[in-house]
């Protein structure tokens, strides 16, 4: 037999990640080696990591489940499903009509977030639609299978319907959209009569709406923050619609990835059918603490007064430094405009040790913005309010 010959001319093989867009917080590592050079030390206020300690409800119900030498299920064990259940009915305005068939643990809720349209089944030439100031991860899932991602202003949608869209022949197309409120990075929250009309919306054409509600339990500026499982924007039925939710934030646990979906049952099926297949399980031990968390209201709500405290020092010092605060209705995150390119309010600030992330990184929108966020210790964010001042 001959051999197979090979044209060493042939153009090489671009794989996924070549046909990606670059890592944007790769783009700000001068930024934060500039900002470590301050004689008195970095403030980083750009990623939001969560910076205080785990409850210790939830470290001792890790320790606890430590000898887990089986596998673990995909949905969670009874316990689990039988805590999410119950969070999304106190927490989220879920009916008492969604069960155990309603819910699903996520290895964290960027995994699910960047592998949503192909577990739905999405592929080339349908749409991801997305708010046009966002988290950048809702993009990269509908690249990641050659569907066209699509940002949208929500709030333009909520109250136009197709007029919203530059084409309104790309409504056709879309079988996806992202909602995420509150708000990263802005801060913005949808109220239920917003919720409600993009739901309608959403249902007239066919598309799945999924509700990224991460921020929820930290508002500030507002009364409450609705989700796409109340009754009063749903109308009573789940049909379509997935709340994706993360323990992150509010419970300090993001090095647990913790996360869940909850919704439409037939939904979520859809789900647990394909994670089964591609072994996506939370491990045992972390759906023992995950379950601690979940039962947990006195921490996160003394974890928001923490933050509370912090954005009471950070927010009239970005005022005292010239900055307008847009937005910011909830969640980690102060929205800030210093009335110039982004990279020119990064640019000074690092001057100062104090490192925020540029608001480019999530959408053209965002050119003349900065995200400042509060997950900094309490020494730090003071230091960066001393700082600001001082500009």
């Known amino acids: 037999m001959a051999a197979t010959s090979v044209d060493r001319h042939a153009a090489p093989r671009q ?10 917080w790769d783009s700000l590592i001068p930024a934060k080696q500039r900002a470590s ?25 890790l320790a606890a489940a430590a000898d887990s030498p089986g596998y673990p299920t995909t949905i969670g064990t009874a316990e689990l499903r039988e805590a999410l259940v119950d969070f999304v009915r106190r927490h989220r305005g879920a009916p008492e009509g969604l069960g155990v068939d309603g819910v699903l643990p996520t290895v964290g809720s960027k995994e699910l977030v960047a592998h949503l349209p192909f577990q739905l089944g999405l592929g080339a030439g349908d749409t991801v639609a997305f708010p046009h100031i966002a988290y950048p991860t809702y993009d990269m899932g509908a690249r990641f299978i050659g569907a066209d991602p699509l940002p949208v202003d929500i709030g333009r949608l909520a109250a136009d319907g197709d007029a919203a869209f530059e084409d309104p022949s790309a409504v056709e197309r879309i079988r996806l959209l992202w909602l995420n409120s509150p708000s990263n990075p802005s801060g913005e929250v949808l109220d239920a009569e917003q919720l409600a009309a993009v739901v309608r919306w959403a249902r007239e054409r066919g598309i799945v ?4 509600e991460c921020y929820a339990l930290l508002p500030w500026t507002v009364d ?4 796409v499982l109340d009754p009063r924007v749903n109308g009573g039925s789940l049909d379509g619609l997935l709340c994706v939710y993360s323990l992150s934030k509010q419970s300090n646990l ?19 059918a394909v994670r089964k297949q591609a072994g996506m399980m939370l491990p045992g031990p972390l759906q023992a603490a995950m379950t601690a968390a979940l039962r947990d ?17 950070l927010e009239p010092a970005l005022r005292s430094a010239g900055g307008e605060i847009h937005a910011s209705q909830a969640g980690l995150y102060l929205w800030t405009t210093f009335g110039e ?3 020119t309010s990064v640019e000074r600030l690092a001057d100062l040790g104090v490192l925020v992330a540029p608001g480019m990184f999530y959408g053209v929108g965002g050119g003349e913005f900065v995200r400042v966020a509060l997950t900094a210790t309490d020494e730090r964010i003071a230091a960066a309010a001393r700082r600001l001042e001082r500009l």
């Open 341 to 343: 390119d982004a990279m």
């Open 37 to 61: 050079a301050h004689p008195e030390g970095i403030v980083d206020l750009s990623v939001g990591t969560p910076v205080d300690p785990t409850p210790v409800s939830v470290q001792q119900a």
């Open 224 to 227: 409450e923050v609705p989700s």
């Open 15 to 24: 794989g996924l990640a070549q046909r990606l867009p670059a890592f944007p």
């Open 254 to 272: 993001a090095g647990y990835r913790a996360a869940f979906v909850a919704g439409d049952p037939a939904l979520v099926g859809e789900l647990v």
């Open 209 to 212: 709406v999924a509700s990224d």
């Open 297 to 313: 209201d006195e921490a996160p709500a003394a974890q928001r007064e923490i933050y509370r405290a912090r954005r009471a020092v």
